[in-house]
């Protein structure tokens, strides 16, 4: 008897309990959350925190840096700094040909530190306004993933927390999103790849009726809330 909000393929939404939900039927797989109730970077300087989280550097003293090979990731991020008026130096690295390094001051872009210390993500961000999630979610293609069709995309990573708030992140900002665990050549004793699949389709129809299950053992809660649904991942 659980309250489902569904629509058929051309009706309205509804609120149907779950034993009454057709064939076909449509769900909402996101939700839009405002945010920016506190302190949130620019979308500008969100793009910059993906570009620092999944390539940059944490050196000692006062430099972050990006060391990079592929001509399209160096071009990328000489873009976003002179965009942010910060200041750079690129070079090639001489102890490893084809590499170039690209240097800022910790200075010039203080907010690197805050939003992700020392390099992690942190649930804080999605309290971000919409538009720096977003700004943030779409820079991932060009860093730790890479791009699905004309406007979905991929994100990698051997961190199960940052996947976590990565997916939580989308599902908050009108966009689905999935998440697999992926174990290369089947060897238990390997770290485990976290693929976070992400695009722009905030609906999805279910083709079958739900089986009722009879496996459940203990209690079971109900969770409630104000407006009497809520968006899972």
């Known amino acids: 008897d659980h309250r ?11 609120v149907r309990p779950a034993t009454d939900v057709p064939c076909n039927a449509i769900f909402k797989t996101s939700g839009k959350y405002v945010g920016g109730l506190g302190v949130s970077p620019s979308p500008l300087q969100a793009r910059l925190l993906a570009a620092y989280l ?74 971000w306004s919409f538009a720096a999630r977003r700004a943030f979610l779409d820079e991932l293609r060009y860093w730790d993933g890479d791009s699905v069709g004309k406007v979905g995309l991929r994100f990698f990573t051997a961190k199960q927390a940052e996947a976590e708030i990565v997916t939580a992140m989308a599902a908050l900002s009108e966009m689905s999103v999935s998440v697999r665990v992926d174990v290369r050549d089947n060897r238990p004793d390997q770290q485990p ?21 009879t496996n459940l053992f203990g209690e079971v809660y109900c969770l409630t809330v104000p407006s009497g649904f809520i968006v899972v991942r």
Do not use: M
Not at 196 to 208: F, G, Q
């Open 54 to 127: 999944g390539d940059g550097r944490l050196e000692r003293g006062r430099r972050r840096s990006w060391n990079a090979k592929k001509g399209r990731k160096i071009q990328r991020l000489h873009k976003l700094l002179t965009e942010l008026s910060i200041s750079f130096r690129s070079a090639p690295i001489e102890s490893a040909p084809g590499w170039t390094q690209t240097v800022i001051w910790s200075t010039d872009a203080t907010w690197l530190e805050d939003f992700t210390p020392l390099r992690q993500l942190q649930w804080a961000s999605l309290d």
């Open 193 to 213: 790849q976290y693929v976070v699949n992400i695009n722009d389709r905030v609906e999805r129809a279910v083709s079958k009726r739900p089986k009722p299950t």
């Open 4 to 14: 489902l909000l569904t629509k058929c393929q051309r009706g309205n939404w509804r």
